[in-house]
């Protein structure tokens, strides 16, 4: 029996390019970190190298604590940058919604689901404070109140594509993985959801798949798709 639907939400409930938000996003922190005597291309640096520690996470932290203590790592002799980084997601980051190929507003589909008796998760990458995630869902007029659970990088200790950051939604949600499906565009990312027996369906319209693998076995289509698919599985 189908009682839970996962979201991811960039690339799924988000209609953009990864690499147009990437490039946006660099540009906004990198100014906003600036006047701490960050260079722009260590600000890049650094940041990745904090979301590699976080992807690689294995449980015995949070993902904000990996990342937070590579970047100080890599930054020694300069000012803190977490509190900026705090203030750039409430207030500047808001402006990287231009990267958005256009303005959804998927409020009357979660209630849609929500009313039918489904829990929802937001099940994105956890790689972000909440606010950042809060910024990023308002795009497609939604909060975090319309979730049960929404995943963030101070709430989670794994990241896709490690099937233990699926287990951990399991856990504090109290859910086996027969019972949920998961919704999202990202390949590797979403679909190794299907290898704990999660239900899975492929929003292809901005499709991630940079290692080609093939994706010809997932139910597939756009979001709307994947709630005609959700009706005809519970």
């Not at 979660?110 to 489904?118: P, T």
Request: charged letters at 25%.
């Amino acid at each position: 029996m189908l009682t839970t639907v996962l979201f991811d939400l960039d690339g799924t409930l988000l209609p953009f390019e990864q690499e147009d938000f990437i490039k946006l996003y660099f540009a906004g922190l990198g100014k906003k970190l600036a006047p701490l005597g960050y260079d722009p291309k260590s600000v890049v640096k650094s940041v990745w190298a904090g979301t590699g520690a976080m992807v690689k996470n294995d449980g015995s932290r949070t993902n904000s604590e990996a990342f937070w203590q590579t970047f100080r790592e890599l930054n020694k002799g300069l000012p803190d940058a977490q509190s900026q980084c705090d203030d750039f997601y409430i207030h500047e980051f808001d402006a990287i919604q231009s990267c958005l190929k256009y303005r959804p507003d998927h409020k009357p589909l979660i209630d849609r689901l929500k009313a039918s008796g489904l829990k929802l998760v937001l099940a994105t990458n956890p790689l972000f404070p909440l606010s950042g995630v809060r910024t990023r869902m308002a795009w497609a007029g939604l909060a975090p109140e319309d979730f049960e659970l929404v995943t963030y990088y101070d709430n989670s200790t794994y990241c896709k594509p490690n099937p233990d950051y699926f287990r951990e939604i399991l856990s504090k949600i109290g859910e086996k993985p027969e019972n949920c499906i998961m919704i999202g565009n990202n390949v590797a990312e979403d679909m190794v959801a299907a290898t704990l027996g999660m239900k899975v369906f492929l929003v292809n319209e901005f499709l991630e798949n940079p290692a080609g693998a093939d994706a010809s076995a997932f139910p597939q289509g756009s979001v709307e798709d994947a709630v005609k698919y959700i009706a005809s599985v519970r």
